[in-house]
Antibody, heavy 124, light 110 residues
Framework: QLQLQESGPGLVKPSETLSLTCSVSGDSTTNASYYWAWIRQPPGKGLEWIASIYYRGTTYYNPSLKSRVTISVDTSKNQFALRVTSVTASDTAVYYC????????????????WGQGTLVTVSS | QSALTQPASVSGSPGQSIIISCTGSTSDIGGYNYVSWYQQQPGKPPKLIIFDVNNRPSGVSNRFSGAKSGNTASLTISGLQTEDEADYYCSSFTSYSTSVFGGGTKLTVL
């Protein structure tokens, strides 16, 4: 059964870089049926898709975050990662990693499964 | 890209049916049958309950159903139960090969 688990610092200072890793178990990140995604949820607010990546390196980003975000995949470790640069308080959120179903090249659909999420607070 | 539009809240009594709408554009909901719905209980990650407009994952109650007409998708919950009280989110693929969520709807079971 595919499972995902986020890891990374829970506290990041303003203007610094947020880095998170998602460890995949129960299947391989090279599974052609999936992209791998990051989604965040500020406290008390809704979900925001951040980015998705295919194991061969194809990436898609939320246009509103694209200039500050990098998603990457390490198939040898069965992990994928997120970096957000120049963080501010508005980047405070629970960050989720998720499987993102691949319908065709450059076409995706649902998110499943999801990790449990990790709270990242941006504060000095 | 703009978030999909959902009502902030809906309510219903046990046993009743409710419908949650999710409105987008021809660039997302209207252009593709790749709409999904998620249920989120407090403190938990979202749970997929509908995929590709009207398909239920294994283990999801048949009281949940999805549909789409034009640029608007909808989630119907029939036979409301107290355990259905949660936040619900829609999501769609877009013509830019990105994904977008709705703002979320809080369901209260009175």
């Amino acid at each position: 059964q595919l499972q995902l688990q986020e890891s990374g610092p829970g506290l990041v200072k303003p203007s610094e870089t947020l880095s998170l890793t998602c460890s995949v178990s129960g299947d391989s990140t090279t599974n052609a049926s999936y992209y791998w995604a990051w989604i965040r949820q500020p406290p008390g607010k809704g979900l925001e898709w951040i980015a998705s990546i295919y194991y061969r390196g194809t990436t898609y980003y939320n246009p509103s975050l694209k200039s500050r975000v990098t998603i990457s995949v390490d198939t040898s470790k069965n992990q994928f990662a997120l970096r957000v640069t120049s963080v501010t308080a508005s980047d405070t959120a629970v960050y989720y990693c998720a499987g993102h179903s691949r319908k065709a090249p450059a076409v995706t659909s649902w998110f499943d499964p999801w990790g449990q999420g990790t709270l990242v607070t941006v504060s000095s | 890209q703009s978030a999909l539009t959902q009502p902030a809240s809906v309510s219903g009594s046990p046993g009743q049916s409710i419908i949650i709408s999710c409105t987008g554009s021809t660039s997302d909901i209207g252009g593709y049958n790749y709409v999904s719905w998620y249920q989120q209980q407090p403190g938990k990650p979202p749970k997929l309950i509908i995929f590709d407009v009207n398909n239920r994952p294994s283990g999801v109650s048949n009281r949940f159903s999805g549909a789409k007409s034009g640029n608007t998708a909808s989630l119907t919950i029939s036979g409301l139960q107290t355990e259905d009280e949660a936040d619900y989110y829609c999501s769609s693929f877009t013509s830019y090969s990105t994904s977008v969520f709705g703002g979320g709807t809080k369901l209260t079971v009175l």
